[in-house]
């Protein structure tokens, strides 16, 4: 008996980002309760996925903020170890156990009530996120959650073979088996949602070749990351990331915890943005979300068209044991060059489209070392995608004005692209693009440890 219920929702590949402008002469103005209401909607504990942190959710909770729901009753973990073990079982350096999460996520919504008072927290997961959100619901947390929003997560796994029993993404494990045994595969009294991909999302198929193993069956399917017993939503021709942190994604997050649609989707921009965040690091070469001391972080205002720096820092910190820089005050039109220093990796200069909104999760991390592939360059710019993938000919991905060669087509896999310039090539100003954001960053002497990377917001 099937429990679930399954609707196919169609939508644009890849929607352009929206960000609602603001009249000339009129200040933006934060949205009140009167004008969408929240404050009954229940707070809400976002959950990134494997290898990744926090700050992926800041385009979402900007737009929770545009339809009133305020930021102190919105909270968002950053799991100290994001990475996953190669077997759940065994200890590996800088890397989390199912149980290391649950632990950490529990905490988490334990501090979300006590600041707000409410009895109850939704949860919002992406990919890895649902697998803690899961187990904490299943072994005792049930009563402290009222929602619970899987976005791409493999419910039956990445893989469900007799291969690497204890690995956490291995549907035949007994980490997922214990999730899914009994024929609902959700808990009473908590609602629960999948979004997931029409084939579009690489987690979820049926051919091995996006995990390393080209031509074998990985014994899962597109329809992976549904649950008997929830509501499972198909948001058309969306990436893996993107089933958690699009529009249309939002769209249905939101609908699904406040009960109505969501006033809009565009962010409203506020007339005085503050923006801080943490700097993390790559400690043996993996990424982690532990605080790095002794960076620092210098902000620029630059020329949306150019790339150049227009006037002195606007801002200048370095880091103490926490990691954390800022606040810096910046106008929400301004495109922002962030130079980031941390020891013992290249100085990294990040250039960012306008932040319309506040955050406080503007995370930086350096680039990766120069390697063997850099020898010969004068310079080498990357291009960044944190919320989704660039999939092709489903989007329009620009790099220096060409398809980037190293995206692969057909189902979305590349969250980056690398340029690599000739030392003549250096001062002079990349356009990346993806959609309807554009991104101009300028070159940097990769003989001085230097990276640019053009990261996209949206």
């Avoid at 099937?2 to 929607?15: E, F, N, P, V, W």
């Avoid at 070469?285 to 001391?293: F, I």
């Avoid at 554009?438 to 990769?446: D, H, L, M, S």
Wanted: glycine share 10%.
């Amino acid at each position: 008996m099937k429990l679930s219920r399954r609707t196919i929702l169609q939508g644009a590949g890849s929607l352009a980002f929206a960000v609602a402008s603001v009249r000339t002469g009129a200040m933006a103005q934060t949205p009140s309760a009167g004008t969408a209401p929240g404050a009954e909607v229940p707070p809400i504990l976002f959950v990134h996925g494997n290898g990744d942190y926090d700050a992926l959710w800041m385009t979402t909770m900007w737009r929770m903020e545009s339809n009133g729901i305020t930021r102190d009753r919105m909270a968002a973990i950053n799991f100290t170890d994001p990475l996953a073990r190669s077997d759940d079982k065994v200890e590996q350096a800088n890397r989390s156990s199912s149980e290391d999460q649950r632990r950490e996520l529990a905490a988490a919504i334990a501090d979300l009530k006590r600041r707000t008072g409410a009895p109850r927290v939704a949860l919002v997961g992406s990919s890895r996120g649902g697998n803690a959100i899961r187990n904490v619901i299943k072994n005792g947390g049930a009563a402290d959650v009222s929602h619970a929003v899987l976005c791409g997560t493999p419910n039956h796994g990445v893989f469900a073979t007799d291969d690497q029993p204890n690995n956490e993404f291995n549907g035949r494990g007994p980490f997922l088996r214990g999730l899914n045994e009994g024929e609902s595969e959700v808990t009473p009294d908590v609602a629960f949602l999948t979004l997931r991909s029409d084939g579009m999302d690489k987690y979820a198929q049926s051919d091995g070749r996006f995990i390393g193993k080209p031509g074998t069956p990985t014994g899962v399917t597109n329809e992976g990351p549904e649950l008997n017993g929830a509501t499972n939503l198909v948001l058309g021709a969306l990436d893996h990331r993107e089933v958690a942190f699009h529009p249309r994604a939002f769209r249905e997050i939101y609908k699904f915890i406040a009960g109505r649609e969501p006033t809009r989707i565009a962010i409203l921009p506020e007339p005085s943005v503050r923006l801080s965040g943490l700097v993390t690091g790559t400690p043996g070469g993996v990424s982690t979300n532990r605080p790095v001391a002794g960076a620092t972080v210098d902000i620029f205002r630059v020329d949306p068209d150019t790339g150049e720096r227009k006037g002195n820092a606007l801002h200048s910190a370095t880091t103490g044991a926490d990691g954390r820089w800022g606040p810096a005050q910046v106008d929400a039109s301004w495109s922002l060059e962030f130079v980031l220093t941390s020891p013992g990796a290249p100085i990294t200069h990040i250039y960012r489209s306008p932040f319309p909104r506040s955050s406080d999760v503007v995370h930086l991390r350096a680039a990766r070392p120069l390697g063997p592939a850099d020898k010969d360059a004068g310079a080498v710019v990357i291009m960044s995608r944190p919320r989704g993938y660039f999939g092709l000919p489903r989007d329009v991905v620009l790099l220096d004005g060409k398809e980037p060669a190293d995206v692969k087509p057909g189902v979305p896999t590349d969250s980056a692209a690398t340029l690599r310039l000739a030392a003549g090539e250096v001062g002079r100003n990349i356009v990346a693009q993806f959609g309807e954001e554009r991104i101009v960053a300028r070159t940097w002497p990769a003989l001085e440890n230097r990276i640019a990377i053009a990261e996209l917001t949206y």
